[in-house]
Nanobody, 121 residues
Framework: QVQLVESGGGLVQAGGSLRLSCAAS????????MGWYRQAPGKQRELVAT???????NYADSVKGRFTISRDNAKNTVYLQMDSLKPEDTAVYYC???????????????WGQGTQVTVSS
């Protein structure tokens, strides 16, 4: 199976920075894309940023210019550098991996357990 381990969340003051990491392990044949989503209390889970195997990135408008997604293909790890954090960035951040575990099996999505990010004003 596929496991995702997230780290790097915490409490930070507005204007500060945090860096999230998500390491994928297990029976991974190939990775299509990795990304970060977040869910604030009482709200739906929303896309934050994604990065494809080729390095193409996509960001939510609310984080453009402040967050940067990157990946280390050798380590099957995706990062989210979050700068100029705002109280409205407070949420549980989830890592998502789209990958194949076998060449004959269609890609599937896997989710991490989530890491709390709290930004105080």
């Amino acid at each position: 199976q596929v496991q995702l381990v997230e780290s790097g969340g915490g409490l930070v003051q507005a204007g500060g920075s945090l860096r999230l990491s998500c390491a994928a392990s297990g029976s991974i044949f190939s990775i299509n894309a990795m990304g970060w989503y977040r869910q604030a209390p009482g709200k739906q889970r929303e896309l934050v940023a994604t990065i494809t195997n080729g390095g193409s990135t996509n960001y939510a408008d609310s984080v453009k210019g402040r967050f940067t997604i990157s990946r280390d293909n050798a380590k099957n790890t995706v990062y989210l550098q979050m700068d100029s954090l705002k109280p409205e960035d407070t949420a549980v951040y989830y890592c998502k991996l789209k990958c194949q575990i076998h060449p004959t099996i269609s890609p599937k999505n896997y989710w991490g357990q989530g890491t709390q990010v709290t930004v105080s004003s």
